[in-house]
């Protein structure tokens, strides 16, 4: 059975055709005008379910094309999830958070998993045994940091981190110039954060399996000093799994 899932976050709508547990179709779009037109393109059913997670205020005509096109359900914590989420705020807890540690459970079953979502913020949340939610915390993404460091100084300036893809970190860890005193300031902080989790994490639970996500991902893999594990769809993925399991 096919299925739509639709990430709308801050920047882009991320838009899946399921089938199954496979993804057969996928766009990435910041027009909410281009996702309405690919999905008549698509020339889907009327029957088919889709699910929609948003952290937008600014997508009434994709609801409303989605409301009468598809068997619409608007994502929400109070669904029937695959997971438990003891979490005090359950109703303020991200719904990409959320999304994400039901991916997480389907592709890790049984298991614990850290999950690190490297974004605009960069989120670590836990699920122990693939089915409880027990946590997380949020620190600012590698973005918000040079940004903050531009904006609350006066002559620091804003790097473009984007140039420093193929930046060789293992060279030093002190800058011999601003430019990358601030980019290795911004860099070896967020590695020394992240190891410092994961090690935090491994010090409670055993056999643990750590997965990171997020678009800023890539920028870490010179970094981190062991493999990294990415899943670019895990959102997409429980979104998916919910959507299974609510209809």
């Not at 059913?45 to 609801?63: E, G, W």
């Not at 620091?156 to 893809?165: A, E, F, H, R």
């Amino acid at each position: 059975m096919s299925r739509i899932i639709i990430d709308a976050g801050n920047t882009n709508f991320k838009v899946f055709i399921f089938k199954d547990s496979d993804i057969i179709s996928r766009l990435i779009s910041n027009s909410q005008i281009q996702v309405i037109d690919w999905l008549k393109n698509q020339k889907l059913k009327n029957d088919i379910y889709c699910i929609y997670s948003s952290v937008r205020n600014d997508d009434a005509k994709l609801i409303e094309f989605l409301k009468a096109s598809t068997l619409f359900i608007e994502f929400s914590y109070d669904l029937n999830l695959p997971i438990k989420i003891n979490y005090k705020t359950p109703e303020t807890l991200g719904k990409d958070r959320i999304a994400a540690a039901c991916g997480a459970s389907t592709l890790f079953n049984g298991e614990n998993v850290l999950i690190i979502d490297v974004g605009t913020a960069i989120t670590y949340d836990m699920i122990i045994e693939g089915k409880n939610f027990v946590g997380g915390n949020i620190s600012p993404g590698i973005a918000l940091r040079f940004k903050a460091l531009n904006q609350f100084t006066g002559k620091l300036p804003l790097i473009n981190y984007k140039d420093y893809l193929t930046f060789d970190f293992k060279d030093s860890f002190l800058g011999q110039n601003t430019k990358d005193a601030l980019v290795l300031g911004v860099f070896i902080g967020i590695k020394n954060e992240i190891e410092g989790i994961i090690n935090n994490a491994l010090a409670q639970y055993k056999d643990l399996k750590v997965v990171f996500t997020g678009g800023d991902t890539i920028y870490l893999h010179k970094l981190l000093n062991f493999s990294i594990f990415a899943c670019d769809d895990l959102i997409a993925i429980g979104l998916n799994e919910i959507l299974k399991i609510n209809v």
